[in-house]
């Protein structure tokens, strides 16, 4: 298993129809800051972090790491994508699988940027480790998690009890290069 930390990091930015997938700059924090303090984004993930505590704790080039894009639209980062290993301690399929996770400003909801964004992010892993299966776990009552999942290819795997809520967990069969 190749890990994602040994892929040439950061990558040229990603750029779609409409978007712009980039690794994260200084002029970021704003935007991740409020992201991560937005209790419309986590509604179903946990609730939000304390905007005091994220101004003291964002210093610098906040989640700079490799798999952790921007999303950005007309300049202004709108989300994130995270393509990261599964850990070990999580649920028996999902271990040791790159795991895609995604968070977009309620500004940017309902105008199709996720799953643009996520294709993007998916044809670029591709490209870099062909034939890595890919995990996406969510609450079963986030309508839109679950409709963006299924549009991406995800089919289910298993549905669990966590965090007080139903979660779902799918895979998206790996793309095998041709040749």
């Not at 930015?13 to 991740?32: G, H, K, N, Q």
């Not at 704790?57 to 639209?73: A, D, Q």
Request: hydrophobic content about 45%.
């Amino acid at each position: 298993m190749i890990e994602l930390a040994s892929v040439a990091w950061p990558p040229a930015s990603i750029r779609t129809e409409r978007l712009v997938l980039r690794e994260p700059e200084v002029r970021d924090r704003a935007a991740f800051i409020e992201l991560l303090a937005s209790p419309e984004v986590h509604t179903y993930l946990g609730g939000p972090r304390p905007r005091d505590e994220l101004e003291r704790e964002t210093l610098g080039v906040p989640e700079r790491w490799p798999g952790s894009f921007v999303v950005e639209l007309n300049g202004e980062m709108i989300g994130q994508i995270l393509l990261r290993r599964a850990p070990e301690n999580r649920r028996p399929a999902a271990a040791g699988k790159v795991d895609l996770g995604y968070l977009f400003l309620p500004r940017a909801w309902g105008f199709g940027y996720a799953a643009e964004a996520c294709a993007a992010a998916l044809d670029w892993l591709d490209g870099v480790l062909p034939g890595e299966p890919v995990v996406l776990a969510t609450q079963t009552a986030n309508v839109g998690s679950m409709r963006l999942a299924a549009k991406l290819g995800f089919t289910e795997v298993e549905r669990f009890h966590a965090w007080d809520a139903e979660q779902w967990l799918g895979m998206r069969s790996p793309v095998t290069p041709s040749g």
